[in-house]
């Protein structure tokens, strides 16, 4: 990637947040941004991995914060196409352009001189759960561990289409790629619980709120379908955390994934009557309950971990 065109720094006594355009790979103008401890070292690196549709500066904005003055250093990238990046918005032409954009930025991170001997964690939040899972595969001994908040990482039965359907949709996205073609719930009412919290998603710019592009939704089925055949591959420390009233990814995924990783280390939290956004769309006290959660197993592991074996082959 190219050198990063710094574009804005913002300062608090707790922490320091800043923003910075970079260069794809294929030429691609891609929004990044971090939040700092303002005055201590940060305990180990979080690099963010945002789910459909979304962005890391607003929506992801209390994440960063509370890490951040949990006492993280926390980096955030938006996908092509996605938040302030550059590209047809929301079109996802190839699911693994878009992860390899993701581990190229964290890797220039991970090993710069501030955080080349610190743990790194990956946090991916729905389809980020599933961006984050494709990372590790490229890098299985590069990560400390992982928190992944209502993972895109299956299919439900009912939900998976015919083998002709699927043969059908792969030969149209040759045709009208971007076409906005696949019907699909609304998932801000069906993902997140607080209505003040619906608005306020709905009021982002920055977050899609059209239907799926036709060759963005064959990519996402068939990421889901490859994670779902290869979950055993998972090795890394993980936690999962997941709404057990969630309509937007089956928290059996979740189970699923905790039952076939070959992670020695894995944790998976169930809540009752939360939905999909457990670290934005729930009321308050249950969104601190999450964040009790993550925050205490990433001070565990940080604790426990230094930078990983083999973290530069």
């Not at 964290?106 to 759960?129: D, H, I, N, Q, T």
């Not at 996205?173 to 076409?179: K, L, N, R, V, Y």
């Not at 209505?195 to 592009?213: D, L, M, S």
């Not at 969104?287 to 973290?311: D, M, R, Y």
């Amino acid at each position: 990637m190219a050198a990063p065109d710094m574009s804005g720094v913002k300062f608090s006594s707790l922490l320091k947040y800043e923003e910075e355009f970079i260069e794809s790979s294929r030429g691609v103008k891609l929004f990044t941004c971090r939040w700092l401890p303002a005055d201590k070292e940060a305990k180990a690196l979080i690099c963010l991995c945002h789910g459909y549709g979304m962005e890391c500066s607003i929506f992801m904005e209390d994440t960063g914060v509370r890490l951040a003055k949990a006492g993280y250093a926390v980096f955030g990238i938006d996908y092509e196409g996605h938040g302030k990046s550059a590209g047809t918005r929301c079109y996802i032409k190839s699911f693994d352009d878009l992860v390899t954009d993701c581990t190229t930025f964290f890797k220039s991170v991970a090993e710069g001189v501030e955080y080349r001997e610190k743990a790194r964690f990956l946090y991916g939040e729905s389809m980020g759960g599933a961006v984050a899972l494709l990372i590790h595969r490229k890098q299985p001994n590069y990560w400390s561990g992982a928190v992944l908040v209502a993972p895109m990482c299956k299919i439900a039965e009912e939900l998976k289409p015919h083998p002709l359907v699927i043969s059908i949709l792969k030969k149209l996205t040759t045709i009208i790629p971007t076409w906005k073609l696949v019907p699909i719930e609304d998932i801000v009412d069906i993902g997140f619980k607080d209505p003040e919290k619906r608005q306020k998603i709905r009021a982002n710019p920055y977050v899609y709120k059209g239907r799926p592009r036709l060759k963005t939704g064959y990519e996402l089925l068939m990421t889901s379908l490859d994670i779902e055949k290869r979950l055993d591959e998972v090795s890394l420390p993980f936690l999962v955390v997941h709404g057990e009233d969630d309509k937007v990814t089956d928290p059996s995924v979740s189970k699923l994934l905790y039952a076939s990783a070959k992670s020695f280390d894995k944790t998976l939290k169930l809540y009752p009557d939360m939905w999909h956004g457990l670290t934005y769309g729930e009321p308050a006290d249950h969104i601190e309950v999450v964040f009790s959660e993550i925050i205490a197993w990433l001070g565990k592991k940080s604790e426990a971990v230094g930078c990983p074996e083999n973290a530069h082959v």
